[in-house]
């Protein structure tokens, strides 16, 4: 199984922060943001990991990470040249992945849950796609991509729904098997000019072979100034937590 972080993008919702520098090389409270997927990856016992970026603060990444040895992963690097989707970020990884499975994450998306169990399951599983999903409130699912599930699998998927046609939103994170980079191939840019991984996603719905498994903790993407302060406080609460507290001894 190999693992694609997808650390592109303008960043222009968290502008003028991201005027000099990449949003995924922001602090999400003590770290840089890029820290959590590859931790995710890694926990997971993803080693070989992709980082796509786009051009303008590669090397950056490169200068942060090195080889990934801090993490225990093997780092590869490669350019987005320009910003066309989520699905085109992917497709810059084809020669990477080879006709391996492959884990997709975003750059920007903090997960709590250890997802080791389902990359295990999915490694079982011959073909096909595996999405992971949250249940968030209606208003909240019109940011995120939507998916509708029957039994085991997803039925219907849809970006950004001005109406959801459920409360489960599709988190950035993704398991493919080889064939996704054929199906992005057949893909059109969406009303947006973007090739949206919903998209990618449905060839797999349509063809009855997309899986889905439950988020039950903490997530949230930190690409917004609001996102990004509402994952930094989980983080915050969850450290102050793990902490021994000490009590005061007083002598009589």
């Not at 303008?56 to 225990?72: P, T, V």
């Not at 449905?202 to 039950?216: A, L, M, P, R, S």
């Not at 994952?231 to 969850?238: C, E, G, T, V």
């Amino acid at each position: 199984m190999k693992g694609i972080i997808l650390a592109g993008g303008t960043g222009s919702r968290m502008y003028p922060c991201t005027k000099v520098t990449n949003k995924h090389l922001l602090p999400v409270y003590n770290k840089p943001m890029i820290y959590y997927p590859i931790k995710t990856l890694a926990d997971a016992g993803v080693k070989d990991i992709l980082i796509v970026s786009g051009p303008g603060h590669a090397g950056d990444f490169l200068n942060l990470l090195g080889s990934g040895k801090e993490f225990g992963v093997d780092l590869a690097y490669d350019i987005q040249e320009e910003a066309g989707g989520i699905a085109q970020a992917l497709n810059v990884g084809r020669k990477f992945v080879g006709e391996d499975k492959v884990i997709v994450i975003l750059g920007d998306n903090i997960f709590e849950d250890d997802i080791f169990q389902f990359v295990q399951e999915f490694e079982k599983q011959e073909s096909g796609a595996r999405i992971f999903l949250k249940e968030v409130s209606i208003e909240s699912g019109r940011r995120f991509g939507c998916a509708v599930v029957e039994e085991d699998k997803v039925v219907y998927v849809e970006e950004k729904p001005r109406d959801p046609k459920s409360n489960l939103a599709i988190t950035g994170l993704y398991m493919f098997d080889s064939t996704v980079f054929e199906k992005i191939n057949r893909q059109s840019p969406s009303a947006r000019g973007e090739l949206e991984i919903t998209d990618a996603i449905d060839f797999y719905v349509k063809e009855g072979n997309c899986k889905y498994d439950i988020i039950k903790g903490f997530w949230s993407d930190a690409g917004t100034f609001e996102s990004l302060f509402k994952s930094s406080k989980f983080l915050i609460d969850k450290d102050l937590q793990s902490r021994p507290t000490f009590r005061q001894e007083t002598s009589s």
